[in-house]
């Protein structure tokens, strides 16, 4: 078994994990043998020169060339945040959307939603598609799928000549009802191919199959306006890898929590959004699970935002539905992660008597004052810097990056002690408070949607700069127990070894249950199977280890959400293959009958009570459409938990003067790589190379039998 | 009577007895606390509730009520629905001898003269004990209910001649007991209800209000019930002082508005809403006396609960939005509304469309008052739509379907300073998810044949009234229609210059020789087969100066073709060259700057710029 590579790129680092079986190397003993960590600068100008330059340097720590370690790379799974900063940065295809006369401003009325109902001054989102790019032809099709109008397709041609004038490289196209009957659509995709060749199409019923027509337009419009970029930036890196020597096709992560092909990705490009967090949150479940953590709050700060997101009983849910990203609604399941611009890159500043900590970031270039690569606005880690949090003597970023004190003070005197009356320590410890506060929010928001209580749960922080704050949000929050994985730092690249490839996908069918033809839901099963085959075949995975599981998204009628509902597939139904359990191995699908139905029916009720207290066994559910998981098993780094045999306090390899919230003291200072199962230590701060921990007073931090530290309160 | 019940409901509450003291960061735990739980009791009642209008149009509102019947907390929902919420909970907590309250009950209210906004809004609630048997908190849930039992579908009757013909009343009422449903009380519920649905949307209103008695039974077993009131003390105490700092902050004196409805649904024109705000150091004042009080006014009458709850909704969008939302607001801020005018009505009047109208325009006219005052936060948070389209039919088997008409569509979205106007709503109705076509026509036998925005029809000004949109529908089954036009003669007011929004406008049978407008009411109009119906929404009202606008974002505007090149000269001053179609539209400086200062000289020469306003006049009547 050769090496396995995961990829995360973030707003200010590129991380990288490597796991192997045994080779020689620098690494931590980790579990699977040989785990290397790396973590380069971002390249925002291309992202994929950071991607080369990380790995080069592992292939150097292990003794390999590139190629070599290529050669002996049997998967790189890839977390990027392409997309999102395509949003962020409203940089994307020029974009036009065709739509059904009379439905232009879908996009904009957004059915009513606004962010904020107590504040007046909040601004609209950033245009994708400006009005003038919105064309509408004469077409309709009803509920029913029958063709109300047929479409015009002269004045289609004139609508997408119109684009074509205003200079679109991409076009989304969502027809009402096109999910039922997608006749339209296609012919409208054909025509953009034949009216503007060149210019990317999304067809809506392709890429959200389903009601209501804001959510579709939305999140196809969105997809039209990422893929582009997300695509041409798939092809240049997987270019840039086969020529260095890689011979297999990466996997990007979805934020679906599964990963895919490059060419899957490149029909679902918004499937990429969110994606590296995501594979954080994956990788928080299975490595909690044997430290006895099956709740977890999953923290993750690294130098330009903190994500949050919630594992409930180990599992990291995805749902489609309500899930708005920078401002815009996607309508496919996603594993859910709250985004906030607080990072060790969040500037700081004054306006209107008071201090905002973010969103602004000052990103990888120039970076932090402290940094020393001509910042000069002070940030979150130039605080931290000077509350004594972080040294210049540490390690920062695995040694190839020195703090500097030059400039750091004067900054933070200048943009925030000056102006609020005081000097520049006060400042950092207000900066170091307000970003604490306003993750705390976000944490609330979180575990608020989840239905969750953040005091009975376990913190998984990471990221870079996680730990440093983890301990004194865990208290604000009333957690008690933070787990600090050794890989920390680069923990979003260890989660996106944990996943399996993985497609998901329904197909809407609008029905009540009784008038279901289990023929036709079989048929969908049907399609979806072999497409989503088709793609794993294509990509060189084994046809006989795929495993399929069969669900069907239910609700009561007048319901406007659907649940999934897991449709039980015995050993002797799927074909007699022994594979059990519920999955479906793929044979004729025979088995779905009015029984099938009825049963789905049964769980739909019985699923209903107990998420939403009650279930009206006497009306009868209608079906909404069927769902198809298609995925492979491949290897996981596996984890451990355990508490050490003996528990000794730590010695400190020097004292230093910091500030751990109640004023400054002298404070112990440990070395990460001193420290040795068992290990005790607080309160005080460590340092491991790309991360430090802060176990502020009250808390108390030792290594488990993995390696990896449990933050404990004291009292 | 009511009036003396009234001021008895609306007078200061003092704190709850505890010997705790509490900390800052506590009292914001727990306040946090309270409007997660909002939060999730709402989210609940979205994800369960079987009516399209509830779970769709997430019409639901939630709060914790002290036990003092203090608001102590909310979260997402619809501002002014859940600062109405104390008061009808005020009234049930009289009753706790007599209605034998105890641990596990769960009640629901909905009289408008005990406290309630008008009877679809059912208030579901339920008590939290402490272990020794002391009431600690109440969490409500309020919904709007799709029918009331009253004369009328829908609970709205133009021609109600009190408030009995609009459905059942309850001042209280008790659903379980200690943890059993009651069912005949439920029986007796549905059996007033006409829609099928209401059964699934009162179980899901219970389990919500259960949801989060457990939610605060967890909050008050962490931090002990005495800190709990302690935090409940000090977030009240909290939001009045910050509240308080905000209007000392505002310049002493007295500032005056009058907004106006159309009429009533019998044809009384210009329904007036006065209001006096007086600023005194931190002190201020909503003084409402002047409002119109003519007893043969017919329906729009707003209950005293909604009066109160709408005044303070659109001042806490008026200040800082991170104060917390609760009974502090109503604690800083002192409020007449002479009883027996349209705000305050005696005994008896029917109030269910009043709750609309003229209750936006306690808003509205709040708003108006303070423009100068607070320009960077003056926007009105309402809607100035009289009453949707109600279309209802029946099925082949006899059973009614009922579309209550909240479709999606842009009105009243308006500019502040500094903020053109977006979206479909006012900020306060953000969480207010309206109906999509494809859910619509998967449901009814109706369909949405277009709804897009109305050029030209957002107010004029420095920044921008986002326009509304024309909602064309089509019934494809013989049906009848209910609805109510107002805003046309007075539509939603522009402010500091900017002008009115586009007025309202609503035709049924659009495209046939008997095309005709709603000019005041229309009361279960039939419908036929292919009936088209076109509402046209009002736009968002402007702010400041149109003179004042951005020559490039006019232009930008008339790309959008959300204004057009006539309205960009007429009202913008704005002349542009080249064409949309040839993608060189252009400013052109020169011509732009001659007839703006020619427009400015038409003004100050006495001629009034289209749709201008003063706000913030001195109106010397109505004293």
């Not at chain 1, 799974?77 to 059904?100: C, S, W, Y």
């Amino acid at each position: 078994m050769g090496y396995r590579i995961g990829i995360d790129i973030g707003g200010t680092f590129t991380d990288f994990v490597l796991v192997g079986d045994g080779e020689a190397g620098d690494g931590e003993a980790g579990a699977g043998g040989v785990t290397l960590l790396e973590k380069v600068s971002s390249t925002p100008a291309d992202r994929s020169d950071a991607v080369m330059v990380g790995l080069e340097l592992l292939a150097g720590r292990l003794g390999l060339t590139l190629h070599e370690l290529l050669q002996r790379t049997d998967a790189i799974v890839h977390g990027t945040t392409v997309a999102d900063n395509t949003l962020i940065e409203m940089d994307g295809a020029v974009t036009g959307l065709i739509t059904t006369e009379g439905f232009r401003d879908e996009i904009d009325l957004r059915r009513g939603y606004k962010e904020d109902i107590w504040d007046v001054r909040l601004p609209a989102p950033p245009p994708i598609v400006p009005r003038r790019r919105r064309v509408t032809v004469p077409e309709r099709i009803a509920a029913d799928g029958t063709i109300v109008t047929p479409l015009d397709e002269e004045a289609a041609r004139a609508a997408i000549r119109r684009l074509g004038r205003q200079g679109v490289e991409s076009v989304a196209v969502v027809t009402l009802f096109s999910f039922v009957n997608p006749v339209h659509e296609r012919r409208l995709g054909e025509l953009v191919a034949e009216e503007l060749p060149g210019v990317s199409v999304c067809l809506s019923h392709e890429v959200m199959p389903k009601a209501p027509e804001f959510e579709r337009t939305s999140t196809t419009v969105v997809n039209a306006f990422v893929g582009p970029r997300v695509t041409a930036y798939h092809d240049r890196l997987t270019t840039r890898l086969r020529e260095a020597g890689y011979g297999r096709d990466m996997l990007v992560m979805q934020s679906s929590g599964g990963a895919m092909t490059r060419e899957y990705m490149r029909r679902r490009p918004i499937n990429v959004l969110a994606s590296g967090p995501a594979g954080g949150v994956v990788g928080g479940a299975a490595i909690a699970a044997p430290k006895d953590a099956a709740d977890l709050l999953c923290v993750d700060m690294g130098g330009t935002s903190y994500d949050v997101s919630v594992v409930h009983n180990g599992v990291a849910p995805a749902e489609p539905g309500w899930n708005w990203h920078h401002r815009y609604l996607v309508g496919l399941p996603m594993i859910d992660v709250v985004t906030l611009g607080a990072g060790g890159g969040s500037i700081a500043s004054v306006s209107a008597g008071l201090l905002r900590v973010g969103p602004d970031s000052a990103g990888a270039e120039p970076g932090p004052v402290c940094y020393g690569r001509g910042g000069t606005r002070p940030t979150v880690s130039d605080a931290n810097l000077v509350l004594g949090l972080l040294s210049t003597d540490a390690e920062f970023a695995g040694g190839r990056l020195q703090l500097t004190e030059r400039g750091v003070r004067e900054a933070l005197a200048r943009e925030v002690g000056d102006p609020l009356g005081y000097g520049p320590e006060e400042a950092a410890h207000d900066i170091w408070r307000v970003v604490n506060a306003n993750m705390t929010q976000a944490v609330r928001r979180t575990t608020a949607q989840k239905g969750i209580d953040p005091a009975g749960v376990t913190m998984l922080a990471y990221g870079g700069n996680g730990p440093v704050h983890a301990a004194i949000q865990a208290q604000e929050l009333g957690i008690r127990r933070v787990l600090v994985p050794r890989q920390s730092p680069a923990f979003s690249a260890l989660g996106l070894l944990t996943v399996d490839p993985r497609i998901d996908e329904e197909r809407s069918y609008l029905a009540p249950a009784a008038d279901v033809d289990p023929g036709r839901v079989a048929e969908l099963w049907s399609d979806l199977a072999q497409q989503a085959t088709k793609f794993f075949e294509d990509a060189g995975f084994d046809r006989g280890a795929l495993r399929y599981e069969l669900s069907l998204n239910m609700r009561y009628p007048g319901q406007n959400w659907s649940m999934t509902v897991p449709v039980e597939v015995s050993a002797s139904a799927s074909g007699g293959s022994g594979s059990g359990g519920s999955g479906w191995d793929g044979g004729p699908l025979d088995f779905v009958d009015a029984a099938l139905i009825a049963a789905a029916c049964e769980r739909f009720h019985t699923i209903h009570e107990q998420e939403h207290t009650y279930a009206t066994r006497n009306v009868e559910p209608e079906l909404t459409g069927v769902r198809l998981v298609t995925s492979t098993p491949v290897p996981h780094p596996t984890f451990r938990g355990g508490t050490p045999a003996t528990i000794r306090a730590a010695a400190p390899s020097q004292r230093r003067r910091a500030n751990l919230g109640a004023g400054f003291a002298e404070v112990d200072v440990y070395r990460g790589a001193d420290l040795r199962a068992g290990d005790t230590v607080g309160p005080g701060i460590i340092e491991e190379s790309f991360t430090t921990i802060v176990v502020y007073p009250g808390w108390q931090a030792t290594v488990d039998a993995a390696g990896d530290y449990v933050l404990t309160t004291t009292t | 009577m009511s009036f003396e019940l009234n001021r008895h409901l609306a007078a200061r509450r003092g704190p709850l007895g505890t010997s705790a003291e509490v900390d800052v960061v506590t009292a914001e735990i727990v306040r946090g606390a309270f409007e997660t739980i909002c939060f999730e009791v709402a989210t609940h009642v979205a994800r369960t509730a079987t009516s399209a209008m509830i779970n769709q149009s997430s019409e639901r509102n939630a709060s914790i009520i002290d036990a003092h019947g203090r608001l102590a907390g909310c979260s997402l929902g619809i501002p002014q629905l859940m600062f109405v919420s104390p008061m009808p909970i005020r009234h049930a907590l009289t009753f706790t001898e007599e209605d034998d309250w105890g641990p596990g009950d769960v009640f629901v209210g909905n009289d408008p003269y005990a406290g309630g906004g008008h009877l679809p809004d059912y208030n579901v609630f339920a008590p939290l004990y402490g272990d020794d048997g002391e009431l600690l908190l109440i969490q409500a849930i309020q919904c709007h209910q799709g029918d009331t039992g009253g004369k009328d579908p829908g609970g709205f009757s133009p021609d109600a001649v009190d408030v009995n013909a609009e459905g059942l009343i309850i001042p209280v009422l008790k659903l379980v007991h200690r943890g059993e449903a009651r069912r005949d009380v439920l029986a007796l519920l549905a059996r007033n209800n006409r829609l099928p649905d209401f059964s699934g949307d009162i179980w899901s209103m219970i389990g919500a209000a259960q949801l989060g008695v457990r939610r605060l039974r967890e909050v008050v077993d962490r931090y002990g019930a005495d800190v709990v009131k302690a935090a409940v003390n000090a977030s009240i105490d909290l939001s009045e002082r910050r509240f308080r700092e905000e209007v000392a902050a505002w310049p002493d004196g007295s500032y005056e508005a009058d907004v106006y409805v159309d009429h009533d649904p019998v044809g009384n024109e210009d329904i007036r809403v006065h209001v006096t705000c007086r600023v005194d150091g931190d002190q201020l004042t909503l003084d409402f006396t002047g409002t119109d009080d003519r007893p043969e006014l017919q329906t729009v009458w707003n209950s005293f609960g909604n009066t109160r709850g709408y005044a303070v909704a659109q001042l806490a969008s008026m200040v800082d939005p991170s104060i917390p939302k609760n009974e502090g607001l109503f604690n800083a801020v002192e409020m007449i509304v002479p009883e027996g005018c349209l705000l305050n009505p005696p005994d008896g009047k029917p109030v269910a469309l009043g709750a609309f109208h003229p209750a936006v325009e306690v808003g509205e006219a709040v708003c108006v008052a303070l423009a100068s005052v607070v320009p960077e936060r003056a926007a009105p948070q309402v809607y100035k739509i009289g009453m949707p389209n109600v279309i209802y039919g029946f099925g082949p088997d006899g059973t009614m379907w009922f579309d209550q008409g909240v479709d999606v569509r842009s009105s009243d979205a308006s500019a502040t300073q500094g903020v053109d106007g977006w979206g479909a709503n006012s900020a306060s109705l953000g969480n207010l998810i309206m109906q999509a076509a494809e859910e619509m026509e998967s449901r009814f036998p109706l369909r949405m044949v277009s709804r897009e925005l109305t050029t030209d029809t957002g107010g004029a000004g420095r920044w921008r009234g986002h326009p509304g949109t024309l909602n064309v529908k089509q019934t494809l089954v013989p049906a009848f229609a209910s609805t109510w036009m107002v805003s046309a003669k007075h539509p939603l007011r522009g402010l500091l210059g900017g002008a009115d929004g586009g007025p309202y406008s609503n035709r049924f049978l659009v495209g046939t020789p008997d095309e005709y407008e709603i000019e005041n009411a229309a009361f279960n109009v039939p419908l036929p087969e292919g009936a088209v119906t076109a509402y046209q929404f009002g736009g968002g009202g402007g702010f400041g100066d149109p003179l004042e606008r951005d020559p490039a974002a006019v232009r930008d505007d008339v790309l959008d073709e959300l204004v057009s090149r006539e309205a960009a000269e007429r009202d913008y001053g704005v002349v542009l060259r080249g064409s949309v179609e040839d993608g060189d539209l252009e400013v052109d400086v020169g011509a732009t700057a001659a007839r703006r200062a020619r427009l400015r000289e038409g003004r100050s020469a006495g001629e009034q710029v289209a749709g201008e306003q003063v706000a913030g006049e001195q109106v010397a009547e109505g004293a």
